[in-house]
Antibody, heavy 117, light 110 residues
């Protein structure tokens, strides 16, 4: 059974960088696409980007200038960095397996990140 | 503003059949497959339907999906109280070169 667990700071100051890690068990990140998706009350679900071991990364064009997604195959972890955050980046952040074609079949529980001073 | 359009709410009584719609355009639903997610309160989204009408293992056949042109629908038959949740559609968008979601439909079981 594939399981995903997000971890990272719950509070980030404006203009700083949001950093999250997703630890994957029951499956290898060297296979499949692995995505970050966020959910806000105002904008609903928003795909941030994906990592695909043999292809690299792809990002949502609206966030591309601020996002970095990477994979650590030795730890079987996915990471997300979002720079220069504002209050609009306050959201529940999920890691999920999939993303190509819009189908995400496994999700982490999600972690609420609040941007506030 | 979501790329895919869903009605904000829907409702039905136990045992009834309910349909939730999702409208898009030629660059998303019109040229790619549709997926549906169920999100129970306080939980992560759960894949309900993929490739327009396929159910992952463990999803009851009360849930069914269909697509026609640039629109898609999720039907829930034999409505149960535990079906009360938010439902989202999603599809790849060729113009945006990424997956896009609907704004979600809140289903209330009366």
């Amino acid at each position: 059974q594939v399981q995903l667990q997000e971890s990272g700071p719950e509070l980030v100051k404006p203009s700083e960088t949001l950093s999250l890690t997703c630890t994957v068990s029951g499956g290898s990140i060297t296979s499949y696409y692995w995505s970050w998706v966020r959910q806000t009350p105002g904008k609903g679900l928003e795909w941030i980007g994906y990592f695909y071991h043999s292809e690299g990364t792809k990002y949502n064009s609206s966030l591309k200038s601020r996002v970095t997604i990477s994979g650590d195959t030795s730890k079987n972890q996915l990471s997300l960095k979002l720079a220069s955050v504002t209050a609009a980046d306050t959201a529940v952040y999920y890691c999920a397996r999939g993303g190509r074609w819009g189908n995400f079949d496994y999700w982490g529980q999600g972690t609420l990140v609040t941007v506030s001073s | 503003q979501s790329v895919l359009t869903q009605s904000p709410s829907a409702s039905g009584t136990p045992g009834q059949r309910v349909t939730i719609s999702c409208s898009g355009s030629g660059s998303n639903i019109g040229s790619n497959t549709v997926n549906w997610y169920q999100q129970l309160p306080g939980a992560a989204p759960k894949l309900l339907i993929y490739l327009n009408n396929q159910r992952p293992s463990g999803i009851p056949d009360r849930f069914s999906g269909s697509k026609s042109g640039t629109s898609a629908s999720l039907a829930i038959g034999g409505l149960q109280s535990e079906d009360e949740a938010d439902y989202y559609c999603a599809a790849w968008d060729d113009s945006l070169s990424g997956p896009v979601f609907g704004g979600g439909t809140k289903l209330t079981v009366l």
